[in-house]
Each structure stands twice: as C-alpha cells, then as structure tokens.
C-alpha cells in the first residue's frame, strides 16, 4: 500500500512516540513490581512523595535524590501525555484498519528495533550507558558517589542492571504484541471487510 506523505510522517510520529510511551510503561510497571529492600522502599516512598528520606544521607545524596523525583514526576507526566495522544490517534484512524495496521506495525517494529539495539549495546557496554543516561537527565553532575555511599548501597549497580533488562525485555514483549495487533488488523479485520 502507497501511502502519502502526511501518512508516512505520521507513522513515524506515531513510532517515536510509541517507543517513548512503551519504554516509559514498561519503567513503571517494573518499579511497581521488583522487589525492594525496606531502604529502598523508603527512598521509593520518598521519591512518590509519600514520606521523608531516612537519616543517613548527606546532603549531595539527598540533593541527588530531589533530581531524580523531579525526573520521574516529568516522566510520569510525560507517560500520560503520551497516553492520550495515543488514544486520540487511535480514535482518529479507527476506521481506517489499513492504516491502524501499519501504525501498530511499523511501530511495534521499531520499538523492537530500538530495544534490541539498546539491549545489545548495554549488554556490551551498561556503564557507557549508565553514564550516558545520568549525563543526560542529570547534567548538573551531582550523580557519582563513593561506592561507600549510602546511596549506592543502597541501589548498587546490579540493582540498575536489573531493572534497566526487565524494562528493556517488558518494553521488547509490548513491541512484539503491536506487531501482532497490526497483523491482527490486517489479516483478521481486514478480512471482513
């Protein structure tokens, strides 16, 4: 199928922001399932705005740990943002199964795209990663700690490890299952009629 050129833009629209909105789900469903340790549960707490830090960490920990709440309160926002612009797009094309197809497909694609590459390179290279990421939602600078740190003690690297693959594999499985809705719409719907 031909599609013009505001078609074309808008599913790869659609793919950046679904890659975005999927990686951002993924994160929240992983948090709200991994379990903790009753430290990390306070600084989960905290970070949801549902108590105070327990003593024991210094000041630049602390100050580190407001940044990261102002990052997730974004994301959050972000993540619903995106939700509804998903729904709307959803709305919009919902008769047009042809085109609900290739949104869904070209997007689960590059979502699984995406997730292989980011999975392969931070397989080979996490701290490169690691760094990457804290350089960008961070570049005031103030995330490196001593590894006696409370902080890092607390959430030790294999802790980030963890969560970063049960997100990256989360996100991989929901880009899978567009693929499958895009096939879905194609062969099942498209079918009847």
Not at 49 to 77: C, R
Not at 100 to 128: C, E, H, P, R, W
Request: charged share 15%; with cysteine.
């Amino acid at each position: 199928m031909i599609m013009n050129n505001n078609k074309k833009s808008m599913v790869f629209i659609f793919s950046a922001l679904l890659l975005f909105f999927l990686l951002l789900l993924s994160y929240k469903a992983v948090l709200l399932f991994t379990n903790t340790t009753p430290a990390q549960e306070n600084v989960f707490d905290f970070l949801d705005g549902k108590g105070g830090l327990q003593a024991g960490f210094t000041e630049a920990e602390a100050s580190h740990l407001q940044d990261v709440k102002q990052v997730m309160d974004y994301a959050e926002y972000f993540l619903y943002a995106l939700l509804f612009v998903m729904i709307i797009t959803v709305i919009h094309y919902r008769k047009d199964k042809k085109f609900l197809n290739q949104l869904f497909d070209y997007g689960g694609k590059i979502v699984v795209a995406a997730m292989l590459v980011i999975g392969i390179t931070s397989f080979f290279f996490f701290d490169f990663v690691f760094t990457v990421f804290h350089k960008l939602f961070f570049p005031q600078g103030n995330w490196i700690f001593a590894a006696d740190s409370l902080l890092i003690q607390t959430f030790p690297l294999d802790f980030f490890v963890s969560i970063s693959r049960n997100i990256l594999v989360l996100t991989l499985f929901l880009g899978i299952l567009f693929i499958l809705l895009g096939y879905y719409l194609k062969h099942v719907c498209g079918n009847r009629n």
